[in-house]
């Protein structure tokens, strides 16, 4: 297989200059014919499950492209991804088997010119995953062992004109649930989660409603507004 897939989404939905955070992935697969709705992680619709979860039910179900647009706009976030074109070497999504061919270096920009005070990537250190793509090929940075660690970085302001936070989260995906369940976190708190069926999911329902700020029943941050798209 020797697939090209360019990106569906960046030129329709750049980052908002109002918004306070950014969603960065790598690039959707290839066939968005097939997505349930036509927008970032619109294929599997995990990660916009999970937000649904962790907030209440802010987006609501079943899940649509205005649920999701709505709760995105009232809580300052936009999405973006690290990869404009890309070769596939075979049918997976799999960060793996693609060749960037173009990556979002306008995304650099359009930070430099909006409000964006934390980058919260999708995926983190591997090869062409999010904040590889980000921090090494476009910043030209060096991933550290305490950054591997700690998985955030604080950027000084000569970076985009403000001191920006760079959060790599744990994947939304529930492949990522084995390796997410060996995790050092995940451990120190799995005592918590001992009496469900589902502590993994559980657990990263309360850890992306922390990351996120949102607060479970209803809307919840003082720095948003509640108008609405």
């Not at 090209?4 to 959707?28: A, F, K, M, N």
């Not at 270096?105 to 591997?126: D, P, Y």
């Not at 995940?186 to 700020?213: H, Q």
């Amino acid at each position: 297989m020797n697939t090209c897939t360019v990106h569906q989404y960046l030129d329709q939905y750049p980052i908002d200059p109002c918004s306070e955070r950014v969603i960065v992935g790598t690039i959707h697969p290839h066939d968005t014919d097939s997505f349930k709705i036509p927008f970032f992680y619109g294929s599997r619709l995990s990660l916009w499950k999970l937000l649904d979860k962790a907030s209440g039910g802010e987006i609501g179900a079943p899940i649509s492209l205005e649920g999701v647009l709505r709760f995105l706009h009232r809580h300052k976030i936009s999405m973006s991804d690290t990869v404009r074109e890309c070769r596939r070497t075979s049918t997976t999504w799999a960060d793996n088997d693609m060749i960037p061919l173009r990556l979002n270096t306008e995304m650099l920009e359009q930070i430099r010119n909006s409000a964006i005070r934390e980058v919260l990537f999708m995926s983190g250190f591997g090869k062409n995953n999010a904040f590889k793509l980000f921090y090494v090929d476009m910043l030209g940075r060096h991933i550290t062992p305490t950054l591997r660690k700690e998985r955030e970085v604080l950027l000084e302001p000569a970076v985009f004109g403000r001191p920006v936070k760079l959060t790599i989260l744990y994947s939304p995906s529930g492949a990522a649930n084995i390796a997410l369940a060996q995790s050092e976190i995940y451990c120190s708190n799995k005592e918590k989660y001992a009496a469900s069926p589902t502590p993994v999911y559980d657990f990263k329902v309360d850890y992306y409603r922390e990351k996120f700020n949102l607060k479970c029943g209803g809307f919840s941050n003082e720095d948003s507004t509640e108008s609405e798209a």
